[in-house]
Each structure stands twice: as structure tokens, then as C-alpha cells.
């Protein structure tokens, strides 16, 4: 008969292997550390609001839902955006079109914001919006009213020449430039800098639109290393 006999580590051995677990604890969690600061203070913090996207040009079912209730009140349209392009699939491409270029990027809705110092903390702050009535969404106005005029009020006057970019989409130019007005005001106002911008019309072809967020971008990344 084969006798099973225990293995005994002795001192020395549990020593090591306590070390060991010890230290890819300690590297685990320096790395998610690392990864929190980054999530706080991002190279880039794009900030966008994009209404409810409605596929109008297609009669998408959602669209027809709602003209379906147009009898009722109905208030879960925001601002209407193309479906397929708007200004979130907008945001997210720039990201990763900039993230290429080895820079952190946040990406937020507008109502995410909950905090100043989410917008402080980022090297460079990029807000997208769609025009609705020649104006910036309702997202972005309260954006403005809650946290743009708190850091309006710092002491060490607000943005210190901080510089914000901005994009813009609308069904018309006018449309779109009076938006990013709307954001240049919110911006000068809190002692920020201004630019560079880009509109984007729903007309455009997703070649186009893809053209323009790379030229975009080309602009934006050596702004953050002067930033």
C-alpha cells in the first residue's frame, strides 16, 4: 500500500510566496491607480449632446412612432439629429481619431458633467453640440448655467485662458455657426480661448463627415502638448 505523505513548506518558502502575491497585488493595483488618474484627468475631454436622433430622411421607425403620437404632447425629442450621423457617432469617431495620436480622451454626454473640475482637470476640452433654433441643445445650455458659470466665478478667473474647442451640426451653416457663437460667448465669458471649431452639415456624406474629423483632429493634438 503507497502512503500519500503531506508536502510541508517550510518558513522560507511561505516567505517567497507571500512576496510574490504581495507584489502583483501591489502592481495590480498601482496600474488601476494609474488608470483612475487618467479617467480624472484626460489629455482630451470631449464633451457632446445630441438630442434624440431621428432617422427623418428615411422615415426610420422611431420617426414614425412618434408621428403616430403627434396628436398627443410628446417630449421625449430633444433636438433632432440624423440618425446615422449625429453628434455622438461625431464625438466617439474624433476620440479614436485622436487616440491614434496617443492622447487620453474622455468622452461624456453633456448631462454627465456632474463637477467643475471634470471640466478643469482635462488639458483640452472639445464641445459638440447640434444647433436647435440657432442655438447650442438644452443639454448644453444647463451644462453652462450649473458648471460654466461656477468656474466663471473662480478667484483665479475661470479658464485662465484655457482654450475650448467646439463642433457644431446643424441643417444649414448659419445654423451651425450660430451655435458655435453660442459657445464662444459661454467660453469668453468664463475667460477661455476660443477655437478651432468645425461644422458638420446632415447633408454631408460620411465620406465628408469622416474627411472633416480627421482635419479636425489634425488640428486639435498639437494644441494639447501647448495646453
Partial sequence: MRVLRKSRFNGKQILIVLFFLLTIMTFSVSVNQAEEEQAKSPDVLLIYSSGTPLDYYSNGPLFEK?????????????TATPFKENCKTIAKELASVLRNKRLVVRVAKATDIKHRNEILRARLVIIGTPSCFGNVSWELKKLFDEQFSQIGALENRGFAKRRIAAFAMAEILPSANAALKAIKTAVTDCQGRFGPTMTFLVKHSKKEVRQRINRFANELAPLVKRN
Fill in 66 to 78: 412618434i408621428r403616430q403620437r403627434s396628436h398627443r404632447e410628446v417630449d421625449v425629442v430633444t
